[in-house]
């Protein structure tokens, strides 16, 4: 059975507008956490590192490749495995907490460090955008596959109460926290003033033109994005470094590669 997730002001009834500050998770069987969110249970659960990748039946070659991906990527997370029966309650830093729902063969890309819990019949890799070199990150993206013929569960942790959109829709990539289905294209809007420093602060958009899927972000703007002004003033707002943090990216993954090989 996959354990059924809501947060615990869904789960007693409040409304809908009240900030969520924590997951409950609900069942028999097993599911993924961040390691260390439990803050209590009630029933019988054990807790466990995942020490090489949550993939059941992966097999150890593809373990060991999929965890170097994450830790090349800077997609990977410290994971515990939650065993047993009854209900679980999880939050992380009291950040808001979301639960995005995946039917059978849905998927959704979504920040490393937003994951708080996932259920156990997701298959939990990395993936590549091609619009992430604007995006906090840079060009990957953690990937959740409900290959199962049962409802899987993403808990996702945010600053600030999220805002869940469905498509289409344009999103500041400063913002965007995850997306259900395919990813998105890169809406620019640069013109003779983004060149002389008078930009609008919104150069460059995501942008989800397919109906039917699931967007959420946070009410604050992370310190991110591709400057594309000139202002001699100083900084022109908040899109203005996931560039450099590419950069480093590709210069992280080279110094892990080698030190990983050079160990050997």
Same mark, same amino acid.
């Not at 979301?98 to 890309?109: R, W």
């Not at 999103?171 to 609008?200: E, H, M, R, Y």
């Given at each position: ?58 097999g150890i070659a593809r373990g060991i490749m999929n965890n170097i991906s994450r830790r090349l990527t800077g997609e990977n997370m410290e994971i515990m495995k939650v065993t047993g029966n009854g209900m679980c309650v999880l939050a992380f830093q009291g950040k808001n ?7 059978? +063969? ?8 937003n994951i708080l819990a996932f259920s156990g019949n997701l298959t939990y890799g990395v993936r590549f955008i091609g619009a992430g070199v604007l995006s906090q990150k840079g060009m990957f993206t953690t990937n959740f596959e409900n290959r199962s013929s049962e409802v ?28 259900? +289905? ?42 991110? +994005? ?39």
């Open positions: 059975m996959t354990f059924q997730m809501s947060t615990y002001e869904h789960l007693t009834g409040a409304t809908k507008q009240t900030p969520s500050y924590s997951c409950v998770a609900q069942g028999n069987g097993f599911f993924f956490a961040k390691k260390g969110a439990m803050v209590a249970d009630q029933g019988s659960f054990k807790y466990e590192k995942v020490l090489l990748d949550p993939n059941a039946g992966a907490v979301t639960i995005v729902p995946l039917q059978s +063969g849905e998927k959704i890309g979504v920040e490393a460090e899987g569960y993403v808990a996702i942790i945010t600053e600030g109460n999220a805002i869940v959109l469905q498509t289409p829709c344009r999103v500041d990539p400063d913002a965007i926290i995850c997306w259900t +289905g395919s990813d998105p294209n890169l809406k620019t809007d640069i013109n003779w003033k983004t060149f002389i420093g008078q930009t609008s602060g919104e150069s460059y958009m995501f942008e989800f033109s397919q109906g039917g899927q699931t967007v959420v972000l946070q009410p604050s703007e992370r310190k991110a +994005g591709l400057d594309v002004g000139i202002d001699r003033g100083g900084p022109i707002g908040s899109q203005s470094s996931a560039f450099e943090n590419s950069v480093e990216s590709g210069q992280n993954m080279m110094n892990t590669l080698g030190n990983f090989f050079g160990n050997r």
